[in-house]
C-alpha cells in the first residue's frame, strides 16, 4: 500500500511540475523562448562536434570505420543546419572562414603576425587574442601579418574529405580539421554568451535570409560537395526555422500562424519524399515552396510590425527585406554596389548618362563610346572575340560581357581590378586600346560642350562646372537602370505566367542539380555574387582553353595580374569572374577569351570536367571547376540550352 501510495504522490507531483513548466513556458517573452532554443541548439551542436572529435580520433586509430565517421559526420552537418540561420546572421565571416566555408585554398582573412613587437599590443598573444571574439568583431588590424593563401577548414571540407576515396590516407587531416573545428567553434559559445537579446526583426530577418540560402546553395549541393547530402540539409534547416519562428508566430491571428506553419511544414515533408539529389523538382520546391514561405514571412513581419535591420541601423542594404520573391525585379538593390544614392538618382540623371554612354565623341580619338562594345541587341556585349580597340587593326584583351544586372557585383571586370562602377568606367577612360584619354582631358570636353554644360547644370547646379564626379554619377545612373528579371523562366516563377515548356523546366533542375551549375552560378542572378547576402564576387579557375579543340590552356593569368596587392597569389593564376548566364544565348562567343562560338561547346567543356577532366591537370594545379565529369547526355544538354534561353531579357532595353 506505501509503495502504491508513494507512485501515486510521485505521478502527482510529476504532473504539477509540468503544469508549472508549462505555465512558465507561456509566461517566457519571445526573447526568453529565442535564446532558450538557441542555447539548446548551440550546446547540442558543441556536442556533436565532440563526438565528431571523438569518432574522427577513433578512425585515426582504427578503432572506428569509414562508415561511423560519415555518420557521425552527417548527424554534425545536421546539427549545424538547424543553427545556420541565426549563426550566419551573427557572424557570416567567422563561419564561412572557420565553420562551414568552401573547401577550398583561400586567402586567410586574418594573417596573424607572431613577432614580439605585435605581442605587446593587447598583453595577449596574437593567437589568444584571436580566440576572444569571432572574425566579424575582430579588430583585424591588429596583429595583422602578411597576406597568405590557407588550407580550407570547417564542415564543408570535411564532408569533400570525408566521402572522397582518399579518406583512408587523409585520416590525420580529417582529426585536425575536427580538432580546429571545435577550437573555432567555442568562440562562438563565449560570443554567444555575451548577447543580451535576440530581437524579433533579428529572428524573422535570419529566417528569411536562410531560405535564400536553402534555394541558392543548400539544395543545389554547394554545401554539401562529397556526400551530395543537401536535401536532408536542408530539410533540417528549414526544421531550425520551425521551431525559432513558433513564439513569434504565437502573436499572430490563427489563420496567419496557420498559413505559415503549414507552408513550413509542407516544404520539410517534400524535401524528405523526394530525397534523390538527381531527380529533386526544384523547380516545384521554388514555386510551391521557398518563394510562397519568403513572402508568408514577410507578412508576418509586416503583421508584427517589425522593421528590417536595415532601418533599424539605417545602412544600405544589398538585400531587398520588403522584397516578396526572390526573382523579383526589386530582391536586390542597385544602389548598395555604387556610389549613387538612390536619393541622388533620377529619369533626368538616367537620360544624361545615356546620352554620354552613346557619345563618340568622348573617347581620345573621338571613334569609340561605351555602346562600340555593348550593343543593346546583344545584351549590351558585341557578338565578337575580343572587343575591337580604339587603334586601327587591334583588340582589347578580353571579351566584351554584358551590361544588364552587371551593377550587381562586388567587383568589375574578368579580373576583378576595379572595385565599384565608377572605378570601373575609369579603367576604360584610361586604358590606350578603348577611350585613351583622362578624366580631366573628358570633363574638358564636357564643359567646351554648351548642350552639355546646360544639361548637367540643370541636374547639378554652376558651382564649378562639370566635374568627374558628376560624370560618373549620371553614367552610373545609366548603367544601374540596365537590370531586369523579366525574362519568361523570370515570369514563370514570379506567378506572372503558368506556361513553361517541359524542357526549360528539365533545364532548370539540371542546372541548379546535377549539372552543378549553380553552385558557381547563384540564382537569382546566376552570377558569381555569393548569396544569401550578395555581397562578394567570385572568381573561378575553369581552365578555359585556347579553343574547343585544343588541349592547350589560354594563357592570360586572369586576376592573379590584375595590379591588387592582395590577388597576386597563385590560387588566382588563370582564375576569371563568375559572369551571369543570364542573356547568354544572345552573347556569343564565350569566356574571357571569346573562344567558344557555341553554347554546345561551353556545355561540352563543363561536361569534361574542363582543361583538368581533359587531363591537363598540370598545366591548371588550381583548377577549381570540378575535373570530374558531368555525364550529361544529349537530351541534358539540349535541355540545358534550352533553360538558358528562357534567361533572355533585352527587350526594353534596344533603342
Not at 534 to 548: I, T
Amino acid at each position: 500500500m506505501n509503495l502504491k501510495r508513494y507512485i501515486l504522490l510521485f505521478l502527482i507531483a510529476a504532473a504539477l511540475l509540468l503544469v508549472n513548466l508549462q505555465f512558465t513556458y507561456k509566461q517566457d517573452t519571445t526573447e526568453e523562448s529565442f535564446r532558450r532554443i538557441i542555447s539548446d541548439r548551440i550546446f547540442l551542436f558543441g556536442s556533436a562536434i565532440d563526438s565528431l572529435e571523438s569518432v574522427a580520433l577513433g578512425y585515426k586509430e582504427n578503432k572506428k570505420d569509414l562508415g561511423q565517421l560519415r555518420l557521425q559526420l552527417k548527424s554534425t552537418r545536421l546539427a549545424y543546419k538547424k543553427l545556420e540561420y541565426i549563426l550566419e546572421y551573427y557572424y557570416p565571416k567567422h563561419i564561412k572562414s572557420y565553420i562551414n566555408g568552401p573547401p577550398l585554398d583561400h586567402l586567410n582573412q586574418y594573417p596573424i603576425d607572431t613577432s614580439t613587437k605585435a605581442s605587446n599590443y593587447y598583453g595577449v598573444s596574437p593567437e589568444e587574442y584571436s580566440k576572444t571574439l569571432p572574425l566579424d568583431n575582430l579588430n583585424t588590424d591588429h596583429y595583422r601579418g602578411k597576406p597568405q593563401i590557407i588550407p580550407p577548414a570547417g564542415l564543408q571540407a570535411l564532408d569533400e574529405l570525408v566521402f572522397s576515396d582518399e579518406a583512408a590516407a587523409g585520416k590525420d587531416q580529417i582529426l585536425q580539421l575536427a580538432n580546429d573545428l571545435k577550437v573555432k567553434y567555442a568562440v562562438l559559445l563565449v560570443a554567444n554568451k555575451k548577447l543580451l537579446f535576440f530581437k524579433d526583426f533579428e529572428i524573422i530577418e535570419s529566417a528569411r535570409i536562410e531560405l535564400v540560402r536553402i534555394f541558392s546553395m543548400g539544395i543545389t549541393g554547394f554545401d554539401t560537395p562529397g556526400s551530395l547530402n543537401g536535401l536532408s540539409e536542408s530539410a533540417s534547416a528549414l526544421e531550425g526555422l520551425q521551431e525559432i519562428l513558433h513564439p513569434l508566430l504565437l502573436k499572430l491571428e490563427v489563420g496567419r500562424r496557420a498559413n505559415t506553419e503549414g507552408l513550413l511544414l509542407g516544404a520539410i515533408q517534400y524535401l524528405k519524399r523526394h530525397d534523390n539529389f538527381d531527380t529533386f523538382d526544384r523547380l516545384t520546391f521554388l514555386t510551391d515552396y521557398i518563394n510562397p514561405l519568403y513572402k508568408e514571412l514577410l507578412q508576418v513581419q509586416l503583421a508584427l510590425h517589425l522593421k528590417s535591420s536595415a532601418e533599424v541601423y539605417q545602412k544600405v542594404p544589398s538585400w531587398n527585406a520588403y522584397s516578396t520573391n526572390i526573382f523579383a525585379q526589386d530582391f536586390l538593390n542597385p544602389y548598395y554596389y555604387s556610389l549613387l544614392k538612390k536619393k541622388d538618382d533620377s529619369e533626368q540623371l538616367r537620360l544624361l548618362g545615356k546620352q554620354l554612354f552613346y557619345d563618340t565623341r568622348l573617347s581620345g580619338g573621338g571613334k569609340i563610346s561605351c555602346a562600340s562594345c555593348h550593343k543593346p541587341e546583344l545584351a549590351f556585349s558585341d557578338g565578337i572575340k575580343t572587343s575591337l580597340a580604339s587603334v586601327e587593326g587591334k583588340n582589347v584583351l578580353r571579351n566584351s560581357p554584358s551590361l544588364i544586372n552587371a551593377v550587381f557585383s562586388d567587383k568589375y571586370f574578368y579580373d576583378l581590378r576595379a572595385f565599384d562602377l565608377e572605378e570601373q568606367a575609369g579603367h576604360v577612360i584610361e586604358n590606350h586600346l578603348e577611350f585613351d584619354t583622362s578624366f580631366p582631358e573628358l570633363v574638358k570636353k564636357l564643359n567646351g560642350d554648351s548642350k552639355y554644360v546646360s544639361l548637367f547644370t540643370a541636374l547639378f547646379g554652376k558651382e564649378k562646372g562639370i566635374t568627374r564626379y558628376q560624370f560618373s554619377a549620371a553614367l552610373s545612373s545609366y548603367v544601374i537602370s540596365l537590370r531586369s528579371f523579366d525574362s519568361p523562366f523570370d515570369r514563370y516563377v514570379q506567378g506572372k505566367t503558368k506556361q513553361l515548356p517541359a524542357d526549360v523546366k528539365l533545364g532548370f533542375n539540371l542546372f541548379m542539380g546535377k549539372a552543378n551549375c549553380a553552385t558557381c552560378h547563384y540564382a537569382p542572378l546566376f552570377s558569381g555574387l555569393v548569396p544569401p547576402l550578395y555581397n562578394d564576387s567570385e572568381s573561378e579557375v575553369l581552365g578555359v582553353l585556347k579553343g574547343p579543340n585544343v588541349l592547350e590552356v589560354d594563357n592570360d593569368p586572369g586576376r592573379i595580374g590584375n595590379g591588387v596587392i592582395e590577388d597576386n597569389e597563385k590560387i588566382y593564376r588563370n582564375s576569371f569572374k563568375t559572369m551571369t548566364v543570364r542573356n547568354t544565348a544572345l552573347t556569343a562567343p564565350y569566356f574571357h577569351n571569346g573562344a567558344y562560338k557555341t553554347l554546345d561547346e561551353v556545355i561540352d567543356f563543363y561536361n569534361k570536367g574542363g582543361a583538368a577532366g581533359m587531363g591537363l591537370s598540370y598545366d591548371i594545379p588550381n583548377q577549381t571547376l570540378s575535373a570530374d565529369p558531368l555525364h550529361l547526355n544529349k537530351r541534358e544538354v539540349k535541355a540545358l540550352i534550352a533553360y538558358i534561353k528562357s534567361l533572355n531579357d533585352t527587350g526594353s532595353f534596344v533603342k
